[in-house]
C-alpha cells in the first residue's frame, strides 16, 4: 500500500499573475475549496497519511496556514453553537500529517526538483503519489485519479502515470503519450497532429517507484542549467527511467482534467464543479 504523496506548490504562478502576487496558484478557489485541496483529499481517501508538500521560502505561506487548524475559528464557532461547521474547518484527519519543504525560489526551477529535494531530505526509499498543485481530476462518483494508478500497477516495483484522452486535434499542445501494451514507451513533447502516437496526454499524475525517484535525484545532481537554459523537467529521467527498462503503466481515467493554471481553465473549473 502507498502511503506517501509529494505535492509541489512552490510556484510563482507566473501565468495568471497579478493575482498571484497576493494568492498562491494553489490556493486560488474553485468552488469553496483552493485548488490543491483536490488533490489532497482525494489522496487521503486512497489511503495517504503523510504529504511532502514543496513550498516556496517566502512568507506568509498561505497553503501551510490553510492546513493548520485555527484555535481561534474553532471556539467562534463553538461559543455561537456552529459545531456543525467545525468539520469544514478542519481540513486534515488526526492521523494525516503534512510535511513541508522549502524551496528557493531563485534556485533549479522545473519539475524534477521539489521531488528530488523531498526524496533527499527524507530519504524516501518506496513508491510515492506525485500530484501537481494546481489542477486535478474531477470525477463525482467515479475512481478517482489516485485510483485508477493504484489499480494499474501489476508489481510493486512498477510506475504510472495518468493518461488523459483529448481531442486528436489538440495534441500539439501537449506531452503525449506513446503506450505498448498498456505501458509507456515515451513521452512525445507537442507533436504534430499526424504525428502524434496517441490521443492520451500527461497531466502529471504519478505513481513514482523507488528506481525511478532515485532517476530523478541522479538526474538533478548531475545537471547544473543556468536559469535561461532550461528546466529541470521531470520528464527527462521518466525517458532515462524506461531506457533502462523500467515499467510505467499508463492509467487511464473517466474523470475531466480540470487545470487552475491559466484563466480560461480555473474559469472552466469552476463551471464544472459549481454547476
Same mark, same amino acid.
Given at each position: 500500500?502507498?502511503?506517501?504523496?509529494?505535492?509541489?506548490?512552490?510556484?510563482?504562478?507566473?501565468?495568471?499573475?497579478?493575482?498571484?502576487?497576493?494568492?498562491?496558484?494553489?490556493?486560488?478557489?474553485?468552488?469553496?475549496?483552493?485548488?490543491?485541496?483536490?488533490?489532497?483529499?482525494? %489522496?487521503? $481517501?486512497?489511503?495517504?497519511? @503523510?504529504?511532502?508538500?514543496? !513550498?516556496?521560502? *517566502? =512568507?506568509p505561506?498561505?497553503?501551510?496556514?490553510?492546513?493548520?487548524?485555527?484555535?481561534?475559528?474553532?471556539?467562534?464557532?463553538?461559543?455561537?453553537?456552529?459545531?456543525?461547521?467545525?468539520?469544514?474547518?478542519?481540513?486534515?484527519?488526526?492521523?494525516?500529517?503534512?510535511?513541508?519543504?522549502?524551496?528557493?525560489?531563485?534556485?533549479?526551477?522545473?519539475?524534477a526538483?521539489?521531488?528530488?529535494?523531498?526524496?533527499?531530505?527524507?530519504?524516501?526509499?518506496?513508491?510515492?503519489?506525485?500530484?501537481?498543485?494546481?489542477?486535478?481530476?474531477?470525477?463525482?462518483?467515479?475512481e478517482?485519479?489516485?485510483?485508477? %494508478?493504484? $489499480?494499474?500497477?501489476?508489481? @510493486?516495483?512498477?510506475?504510472? !502515470?495518468?493518461? *488523459? =484522452?483529448?481531442?486528436?486535434?489538440?495534441?500539439?499542445?501537449?506531452?503525449?503519450?506513446s503506450?505498448?501494451?498498456?505501458?509507456l514507451?515515451?513521452?512525445?513533447?507537442?507533436?504534430?497532429?499526424?504525428?502524434?502516437?496517441?490521443?492520451?496526454?500527461?497531466?502529471s499524475?504519478?505513481?513514482?517507484?523507488?528506481?525511478?525517484?532515485?532517476?530523478?535525484?541522479?538526474?538533478?545532481?548531475?545537471?547544473?542549467?543556468?536559469?535561461?537554459?532550461?528546466?529541470?523537467?521531470?520528464?527527462?529521467?521518466?525517458?532515462?527511467?524506461?531506457?533502462?527498462?523500467?515499467?510505467?503503466?499508463?492509467?487511464?481515467?473517466?474523470?475531466?482534467?480540470?487545470?487552475?493554471?491559466?484563466?480560461?481553465?480555473?474559469?472552466?473549473?469552476?463551471?464544472?464543479?459549481?454547476?
Amino acid at each position: 500500500m502507498i502511503t506517501k504523496a509529494i505535492i509541489p506548490v512552490a510556484g510563482w504562478g507566473t501565468r495568471r499573475l497579478p493575482i498571484t502576487k497576493i494568492i498562491e496558484k494553489s490556493m486560488l478557489p474553485v468552488g469553496n475549496r483552493p485548488l490543491v485541496d483536490y488533490s489532497v483529499q482525494e %489522496l487521503i $481517501k486512497a489511503g495517504v497519511k @503523510d504529504i511532502y508538500m514543496i !513550498i516556496s521560502n *517566502v =512568507e506568509p505561506c498561505q497553503v501551510k496556514a490553510f492546513y493548520q487548524k485555527n484555535v481561534a475559528l474553532d471556539q467562534y464557532l463553538i461559543d455561537r453553537g456552529k459545531e456543525d461547521r467545525l468539520k469544514l474547518a478542519h481540513t486534515l484527519p488526526d492521523d494525516v500529517k503534512i510535511h513541508y519543504v522549502q524551496q528557493d525560489p531563485t534556485g533549479k526551477y522545473g519539475t524534477a526538483v521539489p521531488i528530488a529535494m523531498v526524496v533527499e531530505e527524507y530519504g524516501i526509499e518506496e513508491s510515492v503519489l506525485v500530484f501537481m498543485g494546481d489542477d486535478f481530476i474531477w470525477n463525482p462518483g467515479g475512481e478517482s485519479a489516485s485510483d485508477s %494508478l493504484l $489499480k494499474s500497477l501489476k508489481d @510493486d516495483n512498477e510506475s504510472a !502515470i495518468l493518461g *488523459v =484522452e483529448v481531442d486528436k486535434n489538440q495534441v500539439d499542445k501537449y506531452g503525449v503519450l506513446s503506450v505498448d501494451g498498456g505501458k509507456l514507451t515515451a513521452i512525445v513533447e507537442k507533436p504534430n497532429v499526424a504525428e502524434a502516437p496517441s490521443n492520451l496526454i500527461n497531466v502529471s499524475k504519478y505513481i513514482m517507484s523507488p528506481k525511478l525517484l532515485r532517476e530523478i535525484v541522479k538526474y538533478v545532481r548531475e545537471h547544473d542549467f543556468g536559469p535561461k537554459d532550461q528546466e529541470y523537467l521531470v520528464t527527462d529521467p521518466i525517458e532515462s527511467y524506461l531506457e533502462q527498462g523500467g515499467v510505467m503503466r499508463v492509467a487511464p481515467t473517466s474523470g475531466e482534467y480540470l487545470d487552475g493554471g491559466s484563466v480560461e481553465g480555473w474559469l472552466h473549473a469552476n463551471n464544472v464543479v459549481c454547476g
